[in-house]
């Protein structure tokens, strides 16, 4: 391939992003991330971002990156290890903080044509501290909500967008930086803001949208009727597991039960069986139990169905599930602004085993088939 120009890529991974999803902290903010670690918890981001290197096909960039598993390790673990034009000091290989990404986000300021990241939208938050809209940049999902907007659908699309940014197939937006406030996230609140812009290049199919949320007296009686139907056709002998959402909690509502609204709450017979469940507690239930259905609803704006804020359900837990015992619930409102819906399970065989036509639950026996998919190249 013949260069007319190189680009220089900074690249930063934050190394402990996503570790609380599976483990059921929906996040790694603060003490979050002693108790993941008490819990099992192994990191995400670094394979994520190997995933992500191995992915892109152009040969016209450099990489300006962080020590350590901020950036160097993966990068040397990479197809594309050659690149590597210079490692940014100032942090250490102990364990990283906020800060240590703003100082390096900074350093790359005026070295850098593009910024990429690995990580979910408490890093995005810090890269905005850090260059405002002074950079374009590329955000690597690999966090637990991710609602911001300027995330790739998964680690192959961020390749693909990267590799067309190289050959100036792009174009650059700006994008919604959005956070929660994860101790409140924790405790069944939702408290999103906008904390402000980053430009991001942008191509049909590779980016995904903000979260939207949906309210009102229509919206609410469209979920109790969703809630009606499905306690309706239960079987009082089957597990059910119920995603996060409140058009999902709604049937527990309607049982009067007292669910976690984030949180992945396990069901039987009437009551609650396992509440707020992460990974290996989802695991038993499919031991001990067979033919456990799955209800869970898409996010509203984006379409994710898993991946983003339920990665309790994980590839190992999927797997174990019969595509057939996965209900997707979904109001008219949230439905109707969604073509196709995705998955990121963070395994691409999973998520191709997921891809295809489901019916969606949208009203009181009412369906709409859609597709749902996966990004690969």
């Given at each position: 391939m013949t260069c007319s120009k190189i680009v220089k890529v900074g690249f930063i991974v934050n190394p402990i992003a996503g570790m609380g999803g599976r483990v059921g902290l929906k996040g790694t903010d603060g003490e979050a991330y002693k108790i993941a670690l008490e819990r099992g918890a192994q990191p995400v981001s670094p394979q994520r971002a190997i995933e992500f290197l191995n992915a892109l096909r152009n040969e016209c960039f450099e990489i300006y990156t962080a020590p350590g598993l901020m950036g160097e390790e993966e990068v040397s673990k990479s197809i594309h290890a050659g690149k590597l034009a210079m490692v940014i000091n100032g942090v250490g290989n102990r364990e990283t903080t906020r800060e240590d990404t703003i100082l390096i986000a900074r350093k790359m300021k005026g070295l850098v044509d593009?910024?990429?990241?690995?990580?979910?939208?408490?890093?995005?938050?810090?890269?905005?501290?850090?260059?405002?809209?002074?950079?374009?940049?590329?955000?690597?999902?690999?966090?637990?909500?991710?609602?911001?907007?300027?995330?790739?659908?998964?680690?192959?699309?961020?390749?693909?967008?990267?590799a067309k940014f190289i050959n100036g197939e792009t174009i650059i937006v700006e994008r919604e930086v959005l956070?929660?406030?994860?101790?409140?996230?924790?405790?069944?609140?939702?408290?999103?803001?906008?904390?402000?812009?980053?430009?991001?290049?942008?191509?049909?199919?590779?980016i995904q949208a903000g979260k939207s949320i949906y309210s009102g007296i229509d919206e609410e009686l469209n979920k109790e009727s969703i809630a009606e139907y499905i306690v309706e056709i239960m079987d009082p002998y089957t597990p059910y597991i119920l995603g996060p959402g409140s058009t999902v909690k709604a049937i527990c509502v309607k049982l009067g039960l007292t669910c976690t609204l984030l949180g992945v709450d396990v069901i039987l017979g009437g009551r609650i069986l396992v509440k707020d469940a992460w990974e290996n507690q989802l695991l038993d239930v499919l031991k001990n139990y067979s033919g456990v259905k799955l209800v869970v609803t898409p996010i509203g704006g984006q379409g994710f169905i898993f991946g983003r804020g339920n990665q309790q359900l994980s590839?190992?837990?999927?797997?174990?599930?019969?595509?057939?015992?996965?209900?997707?619930?979904?109001?008219?409102?949230?439905?109707?602004?969604?073509?196709?819906?995705?998955?990121?399970?963070?395994?691409?065989?999973?998520?191709?085993?997921?891809?295809?036509?489901?019916r969606v639950l949208i009203d009181y026996g009412r369906y709409r088939v859609i597709r749902v998919t996966s990004y690969t190249h």
């Open positions: 593009i910024l990429v990241f690995v990580g979910g939208d408490g890093t995005a938050r810090d890269i905005y501290t850090a260059i405002g809209m002074e950079l374009p940049v590329i955000a690597v999902p690999s966090g637990v909500k991710m609602y911001s907007s300027i995330f790739a659908l998964n680690p192959y699309a961020a390749a693909d967008l990267l956070d929660i406030d994860e101790e409140a996230f924790r405790q069944d609140k939702i408290a999103i803001r906008a904390y402000g812009y980053l430009k991001t290049p942008v191509y049909p199919g590779l590839p190992k837990v999927l797997s174990l599930i019969d595509r057939d015992n996965i209900i997707i619930v979904a109001t008219e409102s949230k439905i109707r602004e969604l073509r196709e819906l995705y998955v990121d399970t963070g395994d691409p065989a999973v998520d191709k085993m997921l891809e295809g036509y489901y």
